[in-house]
């Protein structure tokens, strides 16, 4: 299908964006990757009059660890993760959800805040950078502030994004030296939507007891979501298959799946418990190799 008819603005910085967000109100959308609002505006399930084209403004391109805290700007694309040597080595958990996005397509062009800003509940990054203990940072008349990604997914399709509102950047918590992190997803073909998907990242302690643990999920519920009964357990114990185990049939527990063409609510339950040992196998080898 043909997009209703829009208007089109291309600002050269945030205070521009936000004037045009603030001045035309909901029948603006702000565009960066369009893979998302794209395929919504062909099929005019969203028709907005202005399309508010960020890909012009400098300085949200960053990708770079400082102080600590890897910064994610709102124009990096998935691939951009993918194929970096520093997410590589640093962030396995990422670099593993970013291989995984969709197809070559998507994620040469879609960005990593414009997946988390659309809130789809079986969106990769959702269950990933929630294992990560990921923030955003929000930019709007009112200037900035921080929000966990706990608090910004707040439903299905929908954010704690205030009007004109910007998701102009993602943070994420540096890993320690003895930690890792593992992304598994089933899904009915390449480039599918998860069926289901777990996001996992562990420390361990000179005892090889976990320290840490963060465990999201994704496609299991009306958002992504944490099992953070499975991440409460996981602290103090030795990474064993026996607690890997218990660990997943917490996990499984702590969603809500519903039943689709991907398959029951059993099934995917199930996939949650497979997966989330399978992360927390992979993760703890890192984690205890480091």
Not at 256 to 270: I, Y
């Amino acid at each position: 299908m043909i997009p209703a008819a829009f208007e089109y603005v291309a600002p050269r910085s945030l205070a521009e964006a936000i004037g045009l967000l603030e001045r035309h109100g909901p029948d603006a959308k702000v565009i960066a990757g369009g893979q998302s609002l794209i395929p919504a505006m062909r099929f005019r399930l969203s028709t907005p009059g202005l399309l508010v084209d960020i890909g012009r403004i400098p300085g949200l391109d960053i990708l770079a660890e400082e102080d600590g805290v890897l910064r994610i700007g709102a124009l990096v694309r998935h691939a951009d993760l993918e194929h970096s040597p520093l997410i590589r080595r640093r962030y396995p958990l990422l670099a593993g959800a970013a291989r995984v996005v969709a197809d070559p397509l998507v994620r040469n062009l879609g960005t990593v805040a414009g997946s988390l800003a659309h809130a789809d509940p079986a969106g990769d990054w959702g269950a990933a950078l929630l294992a990560a203990r990921a923030e955003v940072v929000l930019t709007g008349p009112r200037g900035q502030r921080t929000l966990a990604l706990d608090d910004f997914l707040v439903d299905t399709f929908t954010t704690a994004l205030e009007p004109a509102e910007l998701l102009t950047e993602v943070r994420v918590p540096a890993p320690g030296p003895r930690s890792g992190g593992s992304y598994q997803k089933i899904e009915r073909k390449v480039g599918d939507f998860a069926t289901a998907a777990v996001g996992v990242q562990v420390a361990v302690g000179e005892d090889g007891r976990c320290t840490a643990a963060g465990i999201g999920l994704c496609a299991v519920g009306p958002t992504s979501l944490r099992a953070r009964e499975a991440e409460a357990f996981l602290v103090g114990q030795p990474l064993t298959e026996a607690v890997f185990a218990r660990a997943g049939e917490l996990a499984a527990a702590a969603c809500s799946p519903v039943a689709d063409t991907r398959g029951s609510e059993e099934f995917k339950r199930d996939m949650v418990r497979v997966l989330t040992v399978r992360a927390l196998r992979a993760a703890a080898a890192q984690a205890l190799a480091a």
